[in-house]
Each structure stands twice: as C-alpha cells, then as structure tokens.
C-alpha cells in the first residue's frame, strides 16, 4: 500500500520561513515517472498546485510561488519537503503532499488515481 504523510510546525509567524515534509510509504519517490507534487487549500477555497519534484529531482514550480517555494528531496529517507519564504496571513491552508500524475509546462495534471496525504494545518499568525 502506498501512503503519503505530511509534517510541519502548525503555526508560523508572519515573515518567517517553513517547511514542510512528506514521508512516502509502499513506493520509491525514485521509480520512473513518479511526480511528487505539493497543493494548498485555503479555508473555503479551491486546491492550488504549488510545486513539484520528479523521480529525477527535476523541480517544477507555479509562476505565483516560484520567488518564495523551494521543493526538495532525500531519496535516501524517501520523502520529499516544501519551503516557503516569507509567510504571510495569505499561506493560511491545509497543505497536501500528492504522488502520481504529471506536469507539463508549469501545471499538473493528476492522473485521477494518485496518492494524497491527509494534509497537514499550517496557520500564519502574529
């Protein structure tokens, strides 16, 4: 089986930076064309791809993040992190790591059959 976890600090502040983990199970995030992406969803509003990495380290970003997002990976922990710069009240969301799909040009395109964590809180309060 494979499952995708997400980790992070919860609550930032303002200005500062986070990152974010997301641990895979039942799958190398090596194996040929596996994409691990990272999405959003702000309090009622809709999904948002941020970014992601590809089982070669090639990394993909969304124009409106790639000055503060930065995707990596340790192959040898098989996971794969988000950082973010710069938090504001807007990084306010429920972050999702996703396994699957594939992204041409700068957006992602799920396959319909992809891996999700179960998201993880992160809230930027003073």
């Known amino acids: 089986q494979v499952q995708l976890q997400e980790s992070g600090p919860g609550l930032v502040k303002p200005s500062q930076a986070f990152t974010l983990t997301c641990t895979v199970s039942?799958?190398?995030?090596?194996?040929?064309?596996?994409?691990g992406s990272w999405i959003r969803q702000p309090p009622g509003k809709g999904l948002e791809w941020m970014g992601a990495?590809?089982?070669?380290?090639?990394?993909y970003y969304s124009p409106s993040l790639e000055s503060r997002a930065s995707i990596s990976r340790d192959t040898s922990k098989n996971r794969f992190t988000l950082s973010l710069n710069s938090a504001t009240p807007e990084d306010t969301a429920t972050y999702y790591c996703?396994?699957?799909?594939?992204?041409?040009?700068?957006?992602?395109?799920?396959?319909?059959?992809?891996?999700w964590g179960k998201g993880t809180q992160v809230t930027v309060s003073s």
């Open positions: 990495i590809s089982y070669s380290g090639t990394t």
């Open positions: 039942g799958a190398s995030i090596t194996t040929n064309y596996y994409v």
């Open positions: 996703a396994l699957g799909g594939d992204v041409v040009g700068t957006k992602w395109i799920p396959s319909g059959e992809d891996y």
